[in-house]
């Protein structure tokens, strides 16, 4: 069983940056591969960045590639979504998500965290 939470959402303008944090309870966190997803009203969950349990194989959607980066520290029990040079499209609730195997779509993903607000003002 894992328990995932988001923090580090926020405010942004366009250009800047935020890093989210997504905080796992449970020992098999270091076991499990990390995605990063995003959701804005009306459309379906999308997927952003994801990370294997070592965390020797990454993969983004072309959208942010270049731009974010994701990261773990399985030490400490938690993943990182470093996200820069911010657009007002990337403007979305995002979650974190811990699964067996480093997915690029949901059903990939077994355990869910609620989500964290970003809003990136142009």
């Known amino acids: 069983q894992v328990t995932l939470v988001e923090s580090g959402g926020g405010l942004a303008q366009a250009g800047g940056s935020l890093r989210l944090s997504c905080v796992a309870t449970g020992r098999a966190f270091s076991y499990a591969a990390v995605g990063w997803f995003r959701q804005t009203p009306g459309k379906d969950r999308e997927f952003v960045a994801t990370?294997?349990?070592?965390?020797?194989?990454?993969s983004y959607a072309a959208s942010v590639k270049g731009r974010f980066t994701v990261s773990r520290d399985n030490a400490k029990n938690t993943a990182f979504l470093q996200m820069d040079l911010l657009k007002p499209e990337d403007t979305a609730i995002y979650f974190c998500?811990?699964?067996?195997?480093?997915?690029?779509?949901?059903?990939?993903?077994?355990?869910w965290g609620q989500g964290t607000q970003v809003t990136v003002s142009s």
């Open positions: 998500a811990a699964g067996n195997v480093a997915a690029v779509v949901k059903i990939g993903y077994v355990y």
């Open positions: 990370i294997s349990a070592s965390g020797g194989s990454t």
